[in-house]
């Protein structure tokens, strides 16, 4: 039965076995932690490989042009590693430029670009400009956030509909702004909320009406292989930019760091000519190269699109029987109570869970009391202010599966006595 058809002593008898089950669990000491989308130690195991494939002759280090990779050369990637990227993002391989390890540093430095020296064409850099406003679609990356923030962006929280899709209707409206210079977002598997945005919405984001010329989505695709119960395609948001001559609005990202070693992997953007030219001559001011022996090894180890999806596989049977507990446990522990709510992602790192408005911040609370960690209640949300004090992101990956049984009977003990508190305090 739901918890808002209960009468005030039903709800105040349920408070009481709430509050002794979440005293037993304090007793507990416990030191769990739900808080990061990690890649527990058997996942990297996988590819210990990588740490062999370049050993033997001196040969093992040339290229298959002939170019030995322990020199300095090729700023924007050895051409084995260009070519798998391109395989998988479907893409010309001179479209792609690949980097050290991180991603997120290609974002923040792609952002910077623009802060500090403009768009291509376009003579004003961000910097110069009053105002510089991005769109921001909630629950989404607290990192992404944080980049933003960090830069003097201004955030407009646009959050996703009921039917968890990007509420496309209101980007298209805000792009009208001449002061809003982009969006940023994780188009598949979205960080927390697992939603893949579907075709129509991605040509609409390429065919969308811009007040800047400048305009720019940063394309955060880091889970194009993570698929766990099935494959859901994103489509190809280049494609439609080269239909409708908006190209240079998209900057793709990805990386291998859930693929093989996070932190020891490597990233690569994807981009238009025009920005691929500014990109190069400015960071060839930065830096000679990246570290090429990395991306030999990883481009020997994963070899192609095929050797991947397999690898990504093997990393599926570990991830997905950890997220069967979850959904499980939740679904036991507070399904049928009108509590909380969750999404049930293919793939990805995270399910994102929904609770009472006004609830999320004491649940956060009441579990680090009971020692679980979890992301903080707003980080999902820019400035840190999720409007109902609703969202909370689990990430059950790095978890032993014991561990993750014992976490989410803590969690749902929470989410209770949070929502019944709420209830018998109104």
Not at 91 to 105: E, K, M, Q, R, T
Not at 154 to 159: L, S
Not at 390 to 396: H, I, M, T, V
């Amino acid at each position: 039965m739901k918890y808002a058809e209960l009468s005030i002593e039903e709800k105040r008898e349920q408070l009481k076995r709430a509050q002794i089950e979440f005293d037993c669990l304090c007793k507990l000491k416990l030191s769990l932690d739900l808080s990061r989308g990690k890649p527990i130690g058997e996942q990297l195991d996988l590819s210990n490989e990588m740490f062999t494939v370049l050993t033997g002759e001196h040969g093992d280090y040339v290229g298959d042009t002939g170019f030995d990779y322990r020199n300095y050369g090729m700023l924007d990637g050895i051409p084995e590693a260009k070519a798998l990227f391109a395989e998988l993002l479907d893409l010309p391989a001179d479209w792609i430029f690949v980097g050290g390890n991180s991603s997120l540093n290609m974002i923040y430095d792609a952002l910077t670009r623009l802060m500090l020296h403009g768009a291509p064409g376009v003579d004003v850099p961000w910097c110069k400009l009053d105002k510089v406003k991005f769109i921001c679609p909630a629950p989404g990356y607290d990192r992404h956030f944080a980049m933003l923030e960090s830069l003097g962006i201004e955030m407009i929280t646009v959050e996703y509909l009921e039917n968890g899709l990007p509420d496309i209707d209101r980007i298209e409206e805000l792009a009208r702004d001449p002061d809003v210079k982009g969006m940023i977002c994780v188009p598949k598997y979205s960080n927390p909320t697992g939603v893949t945005y579907p075709r129509d919405i991605v040509r609409r984001l390429a065919k969308m009406e811009c007040a800047a010329p400048d305009f720019r989505i940063i394309w955060d695709n880091a889970y194009c292989v993570h698929d766990i119960y099935s494959e859901e395609k994103l489509a190809n948001i280049f494609e439609f930019g080269q239909r409708y001559g908006t190209e240079d609005r998209i900057l793709c990202f990805t990386s291998t760091s859930k693929v093989t070693f996070p932190g020891s992997g490597i990233a690569a953007m994807a981009l238009s000519p025009r920005n691929m030219a500014q990109a190069k001559k400015i960071i060839g001011i930065q830096t000679i190269s990246f570290d090429k022996l990395n991306q030999l090894r990883h481009a020997r180890y994963l070899k192609d699109a095929t050797h991947i999806h397999e690898l990504m596989q093997r990393h599926a049977e570990i991830i997905r029987p950890k997220f069967d507990i979850v959904f499980e446990a939740l679904e036991a522990e507070l399904g049928g109570l009108g509590i909380a709510s969750w999404t049930k992602p293919n793939g990805g790192y995270f399910i994102s869970l929904t609770v009472m408005d006004g609830c999320a911040k004491r649940v956060w609370s009441l579990m680090k009391q009971a020692g679980v960690v979890l992301t903080g209640a707003g980080a999902t949300y820019p400035y840190g202010k999720d409007p109902r004090d609703a969202n909370l992101r689990l990430a059950p990956t790095y978890s032993p599966a014991h561990e993750l049984e014992v976490c989410i009977q803590a969690l749902s003990a929470c989410v209770r006595l949070a929502s019944l508190e709420k209830m018998l305090a109104e």
